[in-house]
């Protein structure tokens, strides 16, 4: 490989109260003893990540590393698609299914070897483009229709970073308690199917430790997407007990359809989230991104 380049974004807020600046200047001392000089830049506000990470593959950076929790992975990759730089996850957030699947260390020496180290793997990821806006947003765990992106919305910042990932499991019980179902439309495959809720899996695990789609993997060229029809508290409250398990119903269940696709389309009128962010609303087409993202990997 030719000379590298790195530059590390960090989110300041990132984690329930440990400041970033000890663990920082340690990957950056560990990564220079390695020869990689790494420039670190902070992240003031939303969409900062993304903003800097294409500033730094414009510049030539040939390694950024992302340290936060998913949602400053989820930003610094769309300004990654299509540049050229490799990505390092070095998890420090909440929640970190990413870092966990590439068994990425969170110790600042640890990460910073892997980073010297330089291994990588091409990952795909799916693109998740509105119909109303035209905006496109990537993403590398998973899109969600319907409950999750409310749940998503009613996270309390504040709750989050005290409590962790723990936050989105009292969000979503207390959703359910209230929760009216609106259906849409899943087009997938030459088919029409009657949904409320939907995950567009490109990974088999979501945040929590939830398999809502067990059979997905970072590296296919398909989706693996759940389909979900019931109106019934009680049905989604079992459905949610098999995915903490590790895994989903097999196909057939009532009111649960697995279908694997490269691209479908949702139609109606609910919100979508990806890794975690909400992104709008529906009508959304949804579709693998084949050339992926090179990420470094242990």
Known sequence: ???????????????????????????????????????ARATAGPHDAARIAAEAARGGATDVIARGGDGTVHEAIQGLVGAGARLLVWPAGTANVLARQLELPREPEKAARVLVEGHSRRITLGAATSERTGERRYFFMMAGVGLDASVVESVRPRLKRRVGEAAFWYAGLAHLAHWVPKEFTVEVNGERLTATYAAVGKAPWYGGGLAITPRARLDDEEFEVCVIDTRSRLRYLRLLGHAMRGGAPEEGAAGLTFRRAARLRCVGDVGVQADGELIGGLPMTFEVVKEGLEVIVP
């Open 1 to 39: 490989m030719n000379e590298r380049k790195a530059v590390l974004i960090y989110n300041p807020k990132a984690g329930r109260g440990v400041s970033p600046a000890l663990p920082v200047e340690a990957f950056r001392a560990a990564a220079r003893a390695g020869g990689v000089e790494v420039e």
